[in-house]
C-alpha cells in the first residue's frame, strides 16, 4: 500500500553534513529522511522556497521539455529501499497514455514539487528506513558506551 506524503522540509545529517530529505504524511504519523545529493536538496530547496532563477536549473527544464509535449507527471513513487538506496518511479500521462519512469527520489521530488504531482511512498519503505535507523541508533549508541572509560561509569546521578 501506498501512503500520499509531502515534503516537509530539509536537514542536514548531524554525523555526515549530508542534505535530508524529510516526507511526511498530512496525519504527521509517518516521516521518511531521504539522504539526497548537495545539487538535488538545492534544487528541492529552491523550489519550496519559491526562489527565483535567472536560468533554469536541470529539474526546471525538464518540467518545460515536459510542458512542451503536453506531457504531465500524474504521481511519483519511491517504491523500494535496498542496500540503503531509494529506488522511484516518474507516472507520465502523454495523449492518455501512461508511461512509468525510473528515477533517484530526489529528482523525481524535485519534479513533482514543480508540476504540482502527489508523492506516494510504499509502506514497506517506511518501515524499512525506521529499522534501518533504529539499528543504526542502537550501533551509535554502543558506539558512544565503548568510548566511555569504565571509571566514568556510575559517575553521574540520575
Given at each position: 500500500m501506498f501512503l500520499e506524503m509531502n515534503v516537509s522540509g530539509?536537514?542536514?545529517d548531524p554525523y555526515t553534513n549530508t542534505p535530508i530529505v524529510i516526507l511526511k504524511d498530512s496525519a504527521g504519523d509517518n516521516i521518511l529522511p531521504?539522504?539526497?545529493g548537495y545539487s538535488e536538496a538545492s534544487s528541492i530547496a529552491m523550489e519550496l522556497e519559491k526562489t527565483p532563477r535567472i536560468r533554469p536549473v536541470t529539474h526546471d527544464l525538464m518540467k518545460s521539455v515536459l510542458d512542451m509535449v503536453n506531457c504531465t507527471i500524474s504521481k511519483i513513487e519511491v517504491t523500494e529501499l535496498k542496500d540503503n538506496t531509494?529506488?522511484?518511479?516518474?507516472?507520465?500521462m502523454n495523449e492518455g497514455k501512461?508511461?512509468?519512469?525510473?528515477?533517484?527520489?530526489?529528482d523525481a521530488i524535485a519534479i513533482a514539487l514543480r508540476t504540482g504531482s502527489p508523492i506516494f511512498v510504499?509502506?514497506?519503505?517506511?518501515?524499512t528506513a525506521q529499522s534501518i535507523e533504529i539499528a543504526s541508533d542502537k550501533k551509535r549508541l554502543n558506539e558512544l558506551l565503548e568510548d566511555i572509560p569504565d571509571e566514568e561509569f556510575g559517575k553521574y546521578k540520575m
Open positions: 530539509i536537514a542536514l531521504i539522504w539526497v531509494f529506488y522511484s518511479l516518474l507516472y507520465l501512461e508511461i512509468i519512469i525510473d528515477s533517484r527520489p530526489s510504499n509502506e514497506k519503505v517506511i518501515e
